[in-house]
Structure formats: structure tokens, C-alpha cells
């Protein structure tokens, strides 16, 4: 287990639980937690023991319950915009990690916590769980990529309502429209979450790394462009061990042993 001084890490079976530790402020996002956050991704980006990443906040009540508004209260025009800069690139960063991430969502995700959970690949939330961008009703907007990537995961009619509204919404209404990938009993969430992302740590992890790659970039370039790309990943996949060992192992009828090589 690897800690920071507000997210701690343990990797356990090929799955690594980067867990957001700040309770007595519902795990509210300041600098240093931004930054530790980004640590501990950085600390398991190159461990080849990792094939899946899970994202969650420590606690019954919150996943994160925002930023930390004593921190925000305080901007300037100046600061506001390194504010926003430093958590984009930091969530951008978790947007284009080489290993799926899964968010386990266990209560409050509100602005910069609702942005932080849909920077990752895929959110399973708990019954409880409570999503939201409440900016509006303290004079801001979004900072963290909010804006741009709610339009892009549930469409744009959508982003604008929750975003000009400020509302919270369910676990139930945001399976609905596509912004939880799943909803579990609260009880169920960690072992829930540890079995999706187990289900992905199986396949190859070249391949996963290129779908990821292929689909993200698709969203922010042209069809011709994106197809490009995926030929281009497709015949590079080729070149993997990994990808001879998938196919011997369908031929054989056996479970596949990859090495991420």
C-alpha cells in the first residue's frame, strides 16, 4: 500500500484501489488533494502489476463532495484560471491513462467530485449515490472539464439541463442517461466494482490500452481521422504477443494467458 497525504493506494490482483481520504470535508478536492491524486495514478501507471484502476472516496457519505469552496472563495481572476488549468490536466490525465479506470461511486459526487467520476472510463455508483454540478448557484461555472465531457457522455440537452439547474439527480437517473454505467446495492459497491473491473483486467492489456486510445481520440476528431487511427492500432496489435496468444488460445479452447507484450 503506497499513501499520500489525502489518497492511499493498494493494489491487490492486478487491480489497483486509489481510495480518496479526506472524510471530515466529505473528501472535498483542494490542491494537495489534486496533487495526490495525480500521484498515485503517476505511481501506478508503470507497474506492469496493474491492468485496471478503481477510483473511489473513503466513507459512506461522499465519493467527493466537491472543491473545497474556503479554497475558492479566494480566487482572483489569476488564480481562478491556474485553479481550472491544474484540475483539467490532472482529470485529463486520468481521461487518457494507459489502464482502464473505474469509478466506484458511494454517495455525493458534486462539481469537481461529478467531474472527477466522469473523467474516468466507466462509473458504477451505489443506490446512494448522488450526482451533480452545482456551480451556478455559487456564481461560477464547471472548471475541471465538466462542461465539455457531460455533453459528450449523456448529450448535449442533458449537460445543459444539469449544468443551468444545478440539480442533483439519482443513481437510477443517471443510469438512465447514461452517466452511470451501473447501479449496485450500496453494500455490493466495492465487490461489484472489483468484479467489472476484473472481468477487463482479463483481456489483453495492449489491447485494451488501443481501444481506449482509439475511442477517445474518435470523440475529438473527424470520422476519416478516427478511422485512420484505428486501422493503424488494429495493425500495430498485430505485432503483440499477446495478440498470438489470444488467438491460440480460441483455437485451443482455453483461457488466454496474457503478458501485456
Avoid at 505511481?43 to 474556503?70: P, S
Avoid at 475541471?144 to 437517473?173: K, N, P, Q, S
Avoid at 491460440?248 to 482455453?254: D, S, T, Y
Amino acid at each position: 500500500m503506497n499513501d499520500n497525504t489525502y489518497v492511499r493506494t493498494e493494489v491487490r490482483d492486478s487491480i489497483a484501489t486509489v481510495t480518496i481520504d479526506r472524510q471530515a470535508k466529505l473528501n472535498a478536492l483542494n490542491p494537495q488533494v489534486i496533487a495526490d491524486i495525480d500521484a498515485a495514478f503517476a505511481g501506478v501507471r508503470g507497474d506492469a502489476g496493474v491492468r485496471a484502476v478503481i477510483l473511489t472516496g473513503a466513507g459512506d457519505k461522499a465519493f467527493v463532495a466537491g472543491a473545497d469552496i474556503g479554497v475558492l472563495a479566494t480566487m482572483t481572476p489569476r488564480t481562478g484560471v491556474a485553479v481550472s488549468r491544474e484540475g483539467q490536466e490532472v482529470l485529463r490525465r486520468i481521461e487518457r491513462f494507459p489502464k482502464p479506470v473505474v469509478a466506484a461511486v458511494g454517495g455525493y459526487a458534486l462539481g469537481g467530485g461529478c467531474e472527477l467520476a466522469i473523467a474516468c472510463h466507466l462509473r458504477v455508483a451505489s443506490e446512494r449515490a448522488r450526482f451533480g454540478l452545482p456551480e451556478v448557484g455559487l456564481g461560477i461555472i464547471p472548471g475541471y472539464g465538466g462542461t465539455v465531457r457531460l455533453a459528450r457522455l449523456v448529450g448535449l440537452g442533458r449537460a445543459v439541463e444539469m449544468v443551468l439547474t444545478g440539480d442533483m439527480i439519482t443513481a437510477e437517473r443517471a443510469a438512465e442517461i447514461g452517466l452511470a454505467n451501473l447501479v449496485v446495492p450500496h453494500e455490493e459497491l466495492m465487490e461489484r466494482t472489483r468484479k467489472l473491473a476484473g472481468r477487463i483486467a482479463r483481456n489483453a492489456p495492449v489491447a485494451l490500452e488501443m481501444a481506449l486510445r482509439s475511442m477517445y481520440e474518435a470523440v475529438e476528431s473527424s470520422m476519416e481521422h478516427a478511422q485512420e487511427l484505428e486501422s493503424t492500432l488494429f495493425g500495430l496489435l498485430a505485432s503483440t504477443d499477446d495478440m498470438r496468444e489470444g488467438m491460440a488460445a480460441f483455437l485451443e479452447k482455453r483461457r488466454a494467458a496474457f503478458k501485456g507484450e
